[in-house]
């Protein structure tokens, strides 16, 4: 493990390395504990660069077996080999040299996952960041593109499937029972790039034919046995290939495209040019082992991965902070093409809902950094909500502030201009002015400054003038390291809405420029005068979450009702609803806290009856607006001084009161929502099981176990099953239904432990304080391994982050034993130490008694004795 040297790296640090690698020739000879790599560099310096430079590589844990320069073994004293760099001080004279380097690595005692690995015996390499660095010694940096030619040689037994990155080469045997694979990849890359895969895995094949006819072969590499399940990945990829040639004339550009399934991954899946290396939980799925979720995440992170192929691989970042140029730009294309293959409205709900819940916490905690950072300790901990869905939203922006065309050019010129480049944001953003003519030097601080905007917005209508007057104020907090910020451009949807429901038109508007329905707030406060306003409308305010902000407005119950029932834009609607579920469970959770009754919000409960009803609406969006806020979007909306378990009381308090007003009706619906026919994963189908779902839960919430465990029991896929299982146990936790189906459904999946996966977070999400003996006891499952991260994620991770009650015990228990599980963890793997430390994030939120608790466990984790970057990076500005 690399422990922590407490450098911190900076944007404004940046320069052009002295040397350059043009061609990258690897040998892997595989073995499971000594692993011999040979790399071949061609190396130039760069022009203007004098000859007494030295070469500094980067290594990680490495162990240098030979060095040549020009074919000669290398001079004791022309290098000094440390295990994280290698520095060459007597460099050729020449402009151009080789350089071969042979390092010995031992696969299976890497369980960082950063690097060369095994996972279920094979063989597998993750290398971004920089994970590159441990294989050999490198200029391990995104902006050294190279040429790799690989080959790799291993038992013909262990390892029949040999993949690397672009284009296969020759294959054959070797004496001893070996052979050999040899892949060519045309594209330079940079180093993060690299993939290789060698073992024994079951495929599956298909061809996609592409816009100019070539025709490329695809294949997904699973266990054996599993080849069915990967089926729906296949037709999302074929699907993903041929959006991204129509919707943004992007094409592939290699003969082939490999993805390979592996059961112990950091993340989702890496883009690797060729060759996409998955957590199988993001490639596995049929009726009976997957829910309706996995099969759209599955859908949407193949598609993300591909969709980088352009936005990261063919254009790659400079340097590590500008790791949004990649990941919100693709995030951004992966949440079109979902919107495109599903429900546009649905899916923008989704999409905002996982950034409140995910990226608002940063930016209003401890860990919040602008979506482009300026520095960092450890590159690894900035894979965060803000880079990624921050990130999207502001790509997003662009496109709502210069039009689809606009937007389509501009990115049709980023692509034209930098391929083949380590681009920037400031490159990206020039595209877009260069189309448009317009200025986006003010929009750009949505990369620059940390923190959610919010807008005040006061509204006065005059009958007399027939006018109406908004006054928009904006403000952005403070956040850690930047107390002062600068005014942002911000593009406001928005629409007046009449009592007819429909959008009231105005002649005239002056104060600042509105086009398309989109207000453009620049300045602190904005007077914008609508004329010819027919009468006092509704305001529907940042439509389609036009941009990612907070508002207040001083709007009354009487029109969030209305425009729960009648705005036209959707997403609106559906906040219109969700904020009055919200101020409901604030205002009922204070009570619960004061020892009083929760009043129950009569018009509420009977407008979730009418929604649950509306049949103009589809079932998906009806699940969704009929969906409570989580107890962490109730706390985080509340702000400071938390208290866990009055959220719980009063959510439970308000579900059970929907679902008893509304039991008769609720019930039949659920009836007539009954799955009839053949499964299919589409998202009418998944929506109407949703909406049943949501249906279960709400009369389960009002006291019937029945339909539950009848479920559960009469399930034919796994969206109904473990639906009616999570139903069982939050809601009659301990009952011998809920048992009687906590043992089948082991039982069932036994052998599966990525299904198993759920029934660990089904129960470590069961609220309340008794459950962190359930964790406890279920690490000492035999399915259970904290050494692969989807268990761990499944049950700790579950646990920490959504089990408000559970984790935050007033007695601290729950952070003690999370801080003994994060420790131990690091010893392995510390990135998913650290990321499963940033749930302690937003602890200064909490009551006194539990925030003075949660301090003490922070403060145990950073004074542990060599401690690696990842973790205490994290601790240290957690507690800053
Ligand atoms: N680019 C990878 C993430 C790598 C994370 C490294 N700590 C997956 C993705 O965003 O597509
Ligand atoms: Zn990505």
Redesign the pocket.
């Known amino acids: 493990m690399r422990t922590d040297t407490g450098q911190v790296f900076k944007l404004e640090d940046y320069r052009p390395s002295d040397y350059l690698i043009e061609r990258t020739n690897l040998v892997f000879r595989l073995d499971a504990e000594r692993t011999e790599v040979v790399a071949e560099l061609a190396v130039r310096r760069r022009n203007g660069v004098s000859d007494d430079a030295p070469l500094i590589l980067d290594g990680d844990g490495l162990d240098l077996a030979g060095l040549e320069i020009d074919g000669i073994a290398a001079n004791a004293n022309a290098y000094t080999a440390a295990p994280d760099q290698l520095t060459i001080h007597a460099v050729p004279a020449d402009r151009q040299f080789r350089l071969k380097i042979v390092t010995r690595l031992s696969p299976d005692t890497n369980k960082a996952l ?1 690097g060369l690995y095994r996972s279920n015996g094979v063989y597998c390499t ?1 290398c ?2 920089e ?1 590159f660095r441990r294989i050999t010694y490198f200029l391990d940096r995104p902006d050294i593109l190279s040429v790799y030619s690989v080959r790799i040689e291993a038992d013909r037994d262990a390892a029949p499937l040999m993949l690397s990155n672009g284009n296969p080469g020759k294959r054959s045997d070797l004496p001893d029972g070996r052979h050999f694979a040899e892949w060519h990849d045309p594209h330079p890359k940079p180093s ?1 790039l690299f993939a290789l895969v060698a073992g024994d895995l079951g495929v599956v094949r298909d061809t996609f034919r592409t816009m100019t006819g070539r025709k490329v072969d695809l294949a997904i590499h699973v266990e054996h046995g599993k080849e069915a399940r990967a089926a729906y990945a296949m037709d999302a990829l074929k699907r993903s290939m041929a959006w991204d040639e129509e919707k943004f004339g992007r094409e592939y550009d290699l003969e082939v495209f490999n993805i390979v399934a592996v059961s112990d991954f ?6 690797n040019k060729g060759l996409n290396i998955f957590n199988d939980k993001y490639v596995l799925a049929d009726e009976d082992t997957a829910t309706d979720a996995d099969f759209a995440n599955i859908e949407a ?1 193949i598609a ?2 591909y969709f ?1 192929n352009w936005t ?1 691989n063919r254009i790659t970042c400079r340097d590590w902070f500008q790791l949004c140029l ?2 919100g730009l ?2 951004y294309r992966d949440h079109e093409f979902s919107a495109d293959q599903r429900s546009r409205a649905v899916k923008r709900i989704a999409e905002v809902r996982t950034l409140r819940a995910h990226q608002f916490p940063e930016d209003q905690g401890p860990l919040a950094h602008p979506v482009r950072p300026r520095r960092y300790r450890e ?2 901990n900035f ?1 965060t909500a803000t880079v ?1 869905e921050k990130g999207s939203e502001v790509v997003r922006m662009i496109r709502t502030i210069l039009g689809g065309e606009l937007f389509r050019k501009g990115m049709d010129l980023y692509f034209k201009r930098h391929d083949g480049e380590a681009a920037t944001v400031e490159d990206f953003l020039r595209v877009f002015e260069d189309v448009s003519r317009r200025d986006l030097s003010q929009f750009a601080l949505w990369y620059h400054q940390a923190g959610t905007p919010h807008l005040a917005v006061d509204a006065r209508y005059s009958t007399s003038e027939r006018a109406l007057t908004l006054t928009i104020e904006q403000s952005v907090p403070p956040t850690p390291g930047e107390s002062r910020k600068r005014l942002m451009h911000i593009p406001l949807a928005f629409g007046l809405v009449g009592s007819d429901g429909k959008d009231l038109d105005w002649s005239a508007v002056e104060g600042a420029t509105v086009s398309d329905g989109v207000i453009d707030v620049r300045k602190r406060r904005h007077t914008v005068r609508f004329e010819g306003v027919e009468e006092r409308p509704c305001l529907s305010l940042n439509r389609e979450f036009s941009a990612p902000i907070t508002i207040s407005a001083e709007e009354t119950e009487e029109d969030r009702l209305f425009l729960a029932r009648h705005d036209s834009d959707l997403f609106s609607r559906w906040q219109a609803l969700n904020t009055l579920m919200t101020d409901a469970l604030i205002a009922a959770s204070g009570k619960v806290r004061g020892g009083r009754a929760p009043q129950m919000p009569g018009k509420l409960i009977a407008l979730c009856g009418e929604i649950a009803g509306s049949h103009e609406l589809e079932p998906a969006y009806r699940a969704l607006a009929l969906t409570l806020p989580s107890e962490t979007d109730i706390a985080r909306e509340i702000g400071s001084d938390i208290d866990p378990d009055a959220i719980l009381a009063a959510r439970n308090a308000l579900a059970a009161a929907i679902g008893k007003e509304n039991g008769a009706a609720f019930a039949r619906l659920y009836d007539e929502l009954a799955d009839t026919g053949a499964f299919s994963p589409d998202a009418a189908s998944a929506g109407k099981r949703a909406l049943r779902n949501v249906l279960l839960d709400y009369l389960a919430a009002a006291g019937d176990a029945e339909r539950a465990d009848a479920q559960f029991r009469a399930a034919t896929n796994m969206t109904e099953r473990a639906a009616a299982l999570g139903v069982l146990a939050n809601r009659h936790p301990g009952s011998p239904q809920t048992l009687a189906a906590l043992t089948a459904f082991e039982e069932r999946y036994r052998g599966d432990p990525l299904v198993l996966d759920k029934w660990f977070t089904i129960q470590a999400v069961v609220p309340g304080h008794e459950t962190l003996d359930t964790v406890r006891a279920l690490t000492k499952h035999p399915a259970f391994q904290f050494a692969n991260p989807n268990r761990v994620r499944a049950l700790i991770g579950a646990f920490s982050s959504a089990n408000q009650t559970g984790f935050h015990r007033p007695d601290g228990e729950s952070y003690r034993y999370f801080a003994d599980i994060v420790l131990e963890i690091e010893r392995g793997n510390p ?1 998913l130490a650290a990321r499963l430390a940033t749930t302690l994030r937003s602890w200064r939120q909490l009551e006194p008694g539990r925030r003075a608790l949660a301090r003490e466990t922070l403060q145990r984790i950073a004074s542990a004795e060599g401690l690696s970057a990842d973790l205490r990076d994290i601790v240290e500005r957690t507690l800053a």
């Not at 950091?266 to 883009?271: I, L, R, W």
């Open positions: 950063m993750q971004e960041a994970g993060y950091n993340m989702g899946a890496m883009e992170i993300h991965e980088h990261g990649k990941e693709t995030v590159i690894n894979y990624y990135q």
